[in-house]
T-cell receptor
Framework: AQRVTQPEKLLSVFKGAPVELKCNYS??????LFWYVQYSRQRLQLLLR??SRESIKGFTADLNKGETSFHLKKPFAQEEDSAMYYC??????????FGKGTKLSVKP | GAGVSQSPSNKVTEKGKDVELRCDPI?????LYWYRQSLGQGLEFLIY????????KSGLPSDRFSAERTGGSVSTLTIQRTQQEDSAVYLC???????????FGPGTRLTVL
């Protein structure tokens, strides 16, 4: 089965604290994984994808095939990072399969 | 350039009525996707169009849902005999090629009374 699991519905941290949003997946073969973000009143947008291996807005994510994980990390959270974060993989048909999302709240 | 656009932005309808939701993808994008975003279910895939190929309808929740894509561009999602459980935000996305980054529209918020 192709599935993405985000175990935390809500994650609350203070500004400047490290943050890790967890994502685990189930997929046969080599997965293509993404993190999408939705800021308040804005459309869903790509944050990063594992094949590009780049850091966007200070966020990084490493694919761990052994643990079937793709956790999103940032060493120092900022208030503007508050948003809804979705982990997703590309299914065999080409569509995105999303996790249920994690709402990140960064407090001042 | 212009991104993906959707209309209407909000739609309120009565149970049992039919609704049509429209999506204008980014010009030149061959792949078009419809998703549904609801509180209980998160983001669910509905249907996928790629070029002139037959669409992948595997995500449509019932036969009340259908979609078409005319001329390889604009797409319309139709929900017949709407039910209250159809209330959700319907998102459209397009990509330049299969498995490329998907660009999302702002969504249509559907409320079925």
């Amino acid at each position: 089965a192709q599935r993405v699991t985000q175990p935390e519905k809500l994650l609350s941290v203070f500004k400047g604290a490290p943050v890790e949003l967890k994502c685990n997946y189930s997929y046969s073969g080599s997965p293509e994984l993404f993190w999408y973000v939705q800021y308040s009143r804005q459309r869903l947008q790509l944050l990063l994808r594992h094949i590009s291996r780049e850091s966007i807005k200070g966020f990084t994510a490493d694919l761990n095939k052994g643990e079937t994980s793709f956790h999103l990390k940032k060493p120092f959270a900022q208030e503007e990072d508050s948003a809804m974060y979705y982990c997703a993989l590309i299914g065999s048909q080409g569509n995105l399969i999303f996790g249920k999302g994690t709402k990140l709240s960064v407090k001042p | 350039g212009a991104g993906v656009s959707q209309s209407p932005s909000n739609k309120v309808t009565e149970k049992g009525k039919d609704v049509e939701l429209r999506c204008d993808p980014i010009s030149g994008h061959t792949a078009l996707y419809w998703y549904r975003q609801s509180l209980g279910q998160g983001l669910e895939f509905l249907i996928y169009f790629q070029g002139n190929s037959a669409p992948d309808k595997s995500g449509l929740p019932s036969d009340r849902f259908s979609a078409e894509r005319t001329g390889g561009s604009v797409s319309t999602l139709t929900i017949q005999r709407t039910q209250q459980e159809d209330s959700a935000v319907y998102l459209c996305a397009s990509s330049g090629a299969p498995r490329d980054e998907q660009f999302f529209g702002p969504g249509t918020r559907l409320t079925v009374l």
